[in-house]
């Protein structure tokens, strides 16, 4: 079965850092990758996804995810935060092998100051 | 489209009592799930449905039952209410298995004491 790391539990930037947030899966197959954001009340809402092909995807809002084979990952950044990023982040994976559902990560709450 | 939908939004109960979370989509998507999350832990897929009545096991899915009767409805069960399962939870749908988009719904905040 397949399983998600995300690195850090909590981050805190200033308005305008430069944000990478990791997460690294294991399972040694094809998967598909995504990025939710869950905003403070809310309910999850889907940032960015990895199917297959350009392995630099591009998402809503600015943010970006690469998804680096050889090691696994599946890192999300954005080059400059604003407050209202200020959310927890999840990192998911399934695969292409029967029934197979979403795993997700623990989670990466971010917190921006103004 | 309204999405997903779950009622009720806040539930407080009793230990031992049992009650019906609601979710309904209106996407006409076959696939349908329950997760639960708790701080720190993520989210955890308690039951899936592929379709009108298939439901499978996900990670999680002691003390919970569903039922799949309709492609809209997909009502979680808690029959005996325990204080592990003091939790938020949240239902999806999606028009596919992997890799389709999964649209989650608004949640609802379950305290069980």
């Known amino acids: 079965a397949q399983s998600v790391s995300q690195h850090n539990h909590h981050v805190i930037l200033s308005e305008a850092a430069s944000l990478e947030l990791g997460c690294n899966y294991s399972y040694g197959g094809t998967v598909n990758l995504f990025w939710y954001v869950q905003y403070p009340g809310q309910h999850l809402q889907l940032l960015l996804k990895?199917?297959?092909?350009?392995?630099l995807v591009k998402g809503i809002k600015g943010f970006e995810a690469e998804f680096i084979k050889s090691k696994f990952s599946f890192n999300l950044r954005k080059p400059s935060v604003q407050w209202s990023d200020t959310a927890e982040y999840f990192c998911a994976v399934t695969t292409n092998s029967g029934y197979s559902t979403l795993t997700f990560g623990k989670g990466t709450m971010l917190l921006v100051s103004p | 489209n309204a999405g997903v939908t779950q009622t009720p939004k806040f539930r407080i109960l009793k230990i031992g009592q049992s009650m019906t979370l609601q979710c309904t989509q209106d996407?006409?998507?076959?696939?349908m799930y329950w997760y639960r999350q708790d701080p720190g832990m993520g989210l955890k897929l308690i039951y899936y449905?592929?379709?009108?009545?298939?439901?499978d096991k996900g990670e999680v899915p002691n003390g919970y039952n569903v039922s799949r009767s309709t492609t809209e409805d997909f009502p979680l069960r808690l029959e005996l209410a325990a204080p592990s399962q003091t939790s938020v939870y949240f239902c999806?749908?999606?028009?596919?298995?992997?890799?389709?988009?999964?649209?989650f719904g608004p949640g609802t905040r379950l305290t069980v004491t």
């Open positions: 996407m006409n998507h076959n696939y």
């Open positions: 990895y199917f297959s092909g350009d392995p």
């Open positions: 999806a749908s999606s028009s596919g298995l992997a890799p389709y988009e999964q649209y």
């Open positions: 449905s592929v379709g009108a009545g298939i439901t």
